[in-house]
């Protein structure tokens, strides 16, 4: 079955540590995003990618940096940049902007 | 500013109890809406794409409907298996990349 798999389902920070969440998709959709969820808020938009080896920040790009190498995989790392990272991270892609957006399971990133 | 508002952040049903929830929307122009349910732990599931005013979609017991500054997910005969987060989402015809999505409202149906 066609699908976005997100990579670990939990994950913990050190201080001063960048950590990287995996996103893959077999669903051949060019466009790729990275969202943030916090409780009580809306998805917030860290960065988008179109096509390959091209990406746009989104409403919160600070702190983060994404690479879109190949068409399936669109990473997310959380840099040591980022000073409240804790938090469900949700990666999704489309055919196209104006179609619906399929998710991933999410990953929680948490501080230890 | 662009902005989506979901009403009531919560709602408690019991089964068979038909109600209503909100999205009120504020963009400069509207290129589709989006409702998704989102179960806990887990990312939102595309439910319904809307376009322009009057328009419906059927699922199950969801219905969704569309006005001009606002869309309705109608629950009929809710059942328990229906508690989950509802969110809507906005795509603006001020164009690029960027869907808006509301906080969402979370339902729960009792037994």
């Known amino acids: 079955d066609g699908g976005i798999t997100q990579s670990p389902k939990y994950l913990f920070r050190k201080e001063g540590q960048n950590v990287t969440l995996s996103c893959e998709q077999n669903l051949n959709h060019d466009a790729m995003y990275w969202y943030r969820q916090d409780p009580g808020q809306g998805l917030r938009l860290i960065y988008y990618?179109?096509?390959?080896?091209?990406?746009q920040k989104g409403d919160i790009a600070e702190g983060y940096s994404v690479s879109r190498e190949k068409k399936e995989s669109f990473p997310l790392t959380v840099t040591s940049a980022q000073k409240n990272p804790t938090a469900f991270y949700l990666c999704?892609?489309?055919?196209?902007?104006?179609?619906?957006?399929?998710f991933g399971d999410g990953t929680r990133l948490s501080i230890l | 500013e662009d902005q989506v508002t979901q009403s009531p952040e919560a709602l408690r049903l019991q089964e068979g109890e038909s109600s209503s929830l909100n999205c009120s929307y504020t963009?400069?122009?509207?290129?589709?809406l989006f409702w998704y349910r989102q179960d806990p732990g887990k990312g939102p599931e595309f439910l319904f794409t809307?376009?322009?005013a009057g328009e419906e979609k059927e699922k199950e017991r969801l219905k969704a409907t569309l006005t001009k500054k606002e869309s309705f997910l109608h629950i009929t005969a809710p059942k328990p298996e229906d508690s989950a987060t509802y969110l809507c989402a906005v795509h603006p015809n001020t164009g690029g990349f960027k869907t808006i999505f509301g906080a969402g409202t979370r339902l729960f149906v009792k037994a």
């Open positions: 990618s179109q096509i390959v080896n091209d990406f």
């Open positions: 809307l376009y322009s």
């Open positions: 999704a892609s489309s055919q196209g902007v104006e179609q619906p957006q399929h």
């Open positions: 963009v400069s122009g509207l290129r589709g």
